[in-house]
Every structure is written in C-alpha cells, then in structure tokens.
C-alpha cells in the first residue's frame, strides 16, 4: 500500500553501498524504520539528523519495515548546519528523542512541538537557556511536568516531581540555587526564560538536574555523550 507521510529523521543507518535504513519519527504511524534503496544516489546524503522531511513509501502487510520510493524536504534548514551552537543542540535532541521515542507510538502534539522547535531553533539566536527551556517544555508532552506548590522551592522531589519549600521523607531530592531557578522558569514566558540571566555554573547544574528528573521518568534514559557536549557550550 502506498502512503504519504511528514516525518522527522531521528537516525540513518548504511544498509547497503547505495541504500539507508531510515529511523523517522512520522505524524501518522510514530517512529518507524524504512529502508531507502538507493538513497546514497538520490537525496538521501542530504538529509541532515532531525530533517523536516515528507516521505512516500509502500508499506506490505507482511513486512515491519517500509520502503521508500522518494523523500523530500519540507524545511531546508539556513543555520542549523554552519551554526556550532545549534549543531550541538541538535546531536543533543537526537539522544533524548532516542529515550523517548518508541516505535509505533503515535503522537502528533509531539510530533507538531518537536517540528515547531526545530523550525523555531534554525531561525532565532536567543540559545543561551535553550536546552533548560526544551528539557522543561517536553516534560508536558511526556506527562510528568514538574509542580511548584510554594513561593519559596529551595527542595525538588524528582520522584513526585514537585518543587518544595521543604525535603520529602525519601532522599531522591535536589536543593540548592538550581532548583529555586528551575521552579521559577516555570512560570516564564519562553521568551522571558531564554532572556534569564544565570551563571554558567548553575545554568550546567540545572540541566544535569534535568536529565536527573527524567531518569526517573522515563525507563532506561541514558545521554552517553551529548550532555557533557552541551554543558562544553556553557565554558
């Protein structure tokens, strides 16, 4: 069966001389593997990690993995290629997608929030507080976003997920300068929070405490290598 489909290209992998596996997170069916044939002779060389892309594919009852006839791209990114920063920021959404994202899962508020961002990433500057502000924003789309309950939140329970003006009666808590920060991004405009002046010292610790709260969240959530990149943006 033929199907048209937008996507977002989380991993390409070398099948052949001339073909690619493809892993896309797609609107309709979630992420899902294709097997491009002859894409290194087409556009498959172009197609960047977390490109905007439409996909035309055949799809057989009998098989899990679809067959592309062509690919092309729905946004051409201008910046994200020639701008470190923002280069580094994407490698760093490919590895936390690659934790959350499980195939045939669909989520198109998902879908629509990662393809607005990615647009949004490769045609502003305000980078600073980015990843803070990603890490935050995806927790609502992946049901555990954090709870302020007080003014004052020097104490977060990552487990419950709540901001506290006191510890909880289990030891998997943060405190500190971060967490008071961290509980107060969450009432600023992504504007306001990107524009936030902090540190570096504690603009690090806040995404480490981040990645931290996710592991607790979301099963088997590892960064292997991007978080260090990321925090080396912030020396």
């Not at 594919?57 to 051409?76: G, P, V």
């Amino acid at each position: 069966m033929k199907k048209i489909d937008q996507g977002i290209l989380l991993k390409r992998i070398p099948y052949s001389e001339t073909s690619l596996v493809l892993s896309v997170f797609t609107l309709s069916e979630g992420k899902k593997s294709f097997l491009f044939q002859g894409a290194k002779k087409k556009k498959g060389n172009i197609l960047l990690p977390l490109s905007l892309i439409e996909l035309i594919y055949f799809q057989r009852d009998d098989s899990q993995l679809a067959k592309i006839s062509e690919t092309s791209l729905l946004f051409t990114y201008e910046t994200v290629p020639f701008h470190p920063i923002k280069s580094t920021i994407i490698f760093f959404k490919v590895e936390v997608l690659a934790n959350i994202l499980h195939e045939g899962v669909k989520d198109e508020p998902l879908f629509n929030f990662i393809k607005n961002e990615l647009t949004w990433l490769d045609k502003d500057i305000s980078l600073t507080n980015y990843p803070i502000f990603w890490m935050l924003e995806l927790t609502k789309h992946l049901g555990f976003f954090p709870l302020k309950t007080v003014e004052k939140t020097p104490y977060f329970d990552l487990i419950n997920g709540l901001f506290l003006g006191s510890p909880p009666i289990h030891t998997n808590y943060k405190n500190g300068i971060e967490i008071e920060l961290l509980g107060n991004f969450l009432s600023l405009s992504k504007e306001a929070l990107l524009t936030y002046e902090i540190p570096k010292k504690y603009r690090k610790n806040c995404i480490s405490i981040l990645v931290e709260f996710y592991k607790f969240h979301i099963p088997g959530f590892n960064l292997k290598d991007s978080l260090a990149i990321i925090e080396s943006i912030w020396e």
